[in-house]
């Protein structure tokens, strides 16, 4: 079965130091990986998808298909950045079902 | 558009009681997902539409809870009778297939408190 986890349910790192959020995912096929990220008293967003290889906010994720691998990273933590993040995994094609990990909570200390 | 509107923001219950969360997608999107977020299993998908129509049920828990979208500009997810262990919150998202893809706009959530 399709499956994404994350094995960090807190990261706490201070203000400054590189960041990375681990994601492992199972699916035989092609997947999509995405990030989605909730902010205190914010609704849970996008924050960014590997198919479009972007950097957002000074977050990157490389999707890793030999290692099952969607790691987020940031090389300079901001205390801003604190927040919980979730990979999330879509594979029925077109339908936009996706399949979340359980969440990382990351807080960054001044 | 004010986005995904989710109502009430938070539930207090007790045991046995019926529970009615309401949803009005992102006027347009034709897909609208039901997920309950919680400590210890994160964000599950309870059940997801696309065009009014249920596609995927399976993450439902138990015959306890029902969801129905009547029209492209409302879902509601009913939980009868309610126990303690749904104390949750509920989120409820939205995503058009023609337009960025596969990114759902999720609503602000209801939180439920089942005593």
């Known amino acids: 079965a399709q499956r994404v986890t994350q094995p960090e349910k807190l990261l706490s790192v201070f203000k400054g130091a590189p960041v990375e959020l681990k994601c492992n995912y199972s699916?035989?096929?092609?997947?999509?990986l995405f990030w989605y990220v909730q902010y205190s008293r914010q609704r849970l967003q996008l924050l960014l998808r590997?198919?479009s290889r972007e950097s957002i906010k000074g977050f990157t994720a490389d999707l890793n298909k030999g290692e099952t691998s969607f790691h987020l990273k940031k090389p300079f933590a901001q205390e801003e950045d604190s927040a919980m993040y979730y990979c999330?995994?879509?594979?029925?094609?077109?339908?936009?079902?996706?399949?979340f990990g359980q969440g990382t909570t990351l807080q960054v200390k001044p | 558009d004010a986005g995904v509107i989710q109502s009430p923001r938070h539930e207090v219950t007790e045991m046995g009681q019926e529970v009615t969360l309401r949803c009005k997608p992102i006027?347009?999107?034709?897909?609208l997902f039901w997920y309950r977020q919680t400590m210890m299993r994160g964000l599950e998908l309870l059940i997801y539409?696309?065009?009014?129509?249920?596609?995927?049920d399976s993450g439902m828990p138990e015959d306890r809870f029902s969801a129905k979208m009547p029209n492209a500009s409302f879902s509601t997810l009913k939980i009868q009778p309610s126990e303690p262990r749904d104390s949750a919150v509920y989120f409820c998202?939205?995503?058009?297939?023609?337009?960025?893809?596969?990114?759902?706009?999720f609503g602000p959530g209801t939180r439920l408190t089942v005593l």
């Open positions: 998202a939205s995503s058009s297939q023609g337009r960025s893809y596969n990114e759902q706009f």
């Open positions: 699916y035989s096929g092609s997947p999509e």
């Open positions: 590997h198919i």
């Open positions: 999330a995994l879509s594979y029925s094609g077109n339908t936009g079902k996706l399949i």
């Open positions: 006027s347009g999107h034709d897909y």
């Open positions: 539409f696309n065009n009014n129509v249920p596609i995927d």
